[in-house]
């Protein structure tokens, strides 16, 4: 989705965002649709960006430090002048996510900062201007902006341009080390002039900086959701590497000790084909999943809704899905309501949904061995009645916190609660999608350390005149 979160009042000052390793390498860029910096990244730009950000290592490393003990906090990096005349970058660092193992090497390769792109001269004249001019409405005061290289006046409350000489009492503007404000006040006694100004200037001069700080976090909270995406897209191809990868070479290994003949004890040999059909079965659907999810991006995901008996297919799909489940020493019980109303639904997408509940119930069990299946009805508000299928885990639980956000495409809790589990972040966004395509919802309710249940839950379907 291209979709712009815009914060109140005027963005025009944003240019573009990017996600950036530890090295200042560009890994994705988010270009606003109504900018006029269509497309891509110029190659001397990005190689700009680069230099500027080793220039800050120290700093940065700092700022990765503080975000993984939970602060936040912004660096302002000037780009060269050359490229472009008064472009910022404001970095942050990006949560930690769960990494890989064995990518501990490409640590480099991983989203580590993500920084927006600022026109200084635009944000003073945006987002500072109309505050400014409220201060100074009020007061008798005249606020001023300039380059510091030229001197060139940026911004002033004084509409006459022929007042607008720089005042004495000078600062330079926080974010910008390029630009200067000043204030001068109007048409005072002296004496009333000295006095006013100190007092002035203090409260002037701290009010400037916090404007600086909100304004800035405003455009960051508006584009906080595109930069969060393109960070875990870009983490999410290493992620998905991997799970080919794995399960490709186990495959290989062994079939390749089967193809040798070297293991003589049939038992054995059932238990190696078992590990091979395992992990073909994991790389499906891992293939599945991004297939489907890419139909779903470019919107060619359709659904073939028919009269479904949902207890039915919970049963097909548990039959399938119950050898894998007690092979890996799970337990699963079974809590079936009798009488299920019939719903409207794709079958397929019906049983991906349960597969994909499935899967994470055994990824995130931790130590727990147990898994519940169960379907239900309920009434409702309205004259409808919920028809649903829950599957519960006593595993890792999730954080409330997190409880929404892991519907977000490529979104996975981070490596703060611990778990090795691999996966993609792409599994119950599917599965959000396929409930919603079908006018029903995926629910939640979970607590660390005690376990997770989702519920899937349909409408009943009206009675055929027949039925
Ligand atoms: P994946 O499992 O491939 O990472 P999902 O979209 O299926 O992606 O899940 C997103 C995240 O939600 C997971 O990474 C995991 O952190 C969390 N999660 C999903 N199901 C469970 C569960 N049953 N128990 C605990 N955490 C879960």
Known sequence: SSRIDRPEGNTRALRFGVVLDSQGGVLQHIIRPDSSARGTLPPPLRARIRDSIRAHGPALARLSRLRR?????????????????????????????????????????????????LDAEDFIRDILGPKFRDIAGAEDFILVCTDRATGRVILSTEPDSSQWTMPEQQRPLWMFPDHRVGIRMRGESAAELARARTTASIVLFSAVGLLLLAGAWLLFRGFQRELRLAAMRSDFVSNVSHELKTPLALIRMYAETLEMERIPDPEAQREYLRVIMRESDRLSRLINNILAFSRIESGRAHYHRERLDLGATVRAVLAIYRVHLEHEGFRLTVEEADALPMIDADAEAVAEALLNLLDNAMKYSGESREIIVRTGTSDTETTDRDVWVDVEDHGIGIPPDQQKLIFEKFYRVSAGLVHTAKGSG??????????????????????????????????????????
């Open 69 to 117: 003990e939970g602060y936040r906090k912004i660096v302002a990096i000037p780009l060269p002048r050359d490229i472009a005349p008064s472009l910022l970058l404001l970095v942050t660092a990006v949560a930690p996510m769960e990494r890989a193992p064995g990518t501990a090497g490409t640590e480099r390769t991983h989203a580590s900062l993500q920084a927006l792109a």
């Open 426 to 467: 792409l599994g119950l966004t599917l599965v959000d999608h396929i409930m919603r395509a079908h006018g029903g919802r995926i629910d939640v309710r979970s607590t660390p350390g005690t376990g997770s249940c989702f519920r899937l839950c349909f409408t009943a379907a009206a009675p055929l005149p027949g039925d």
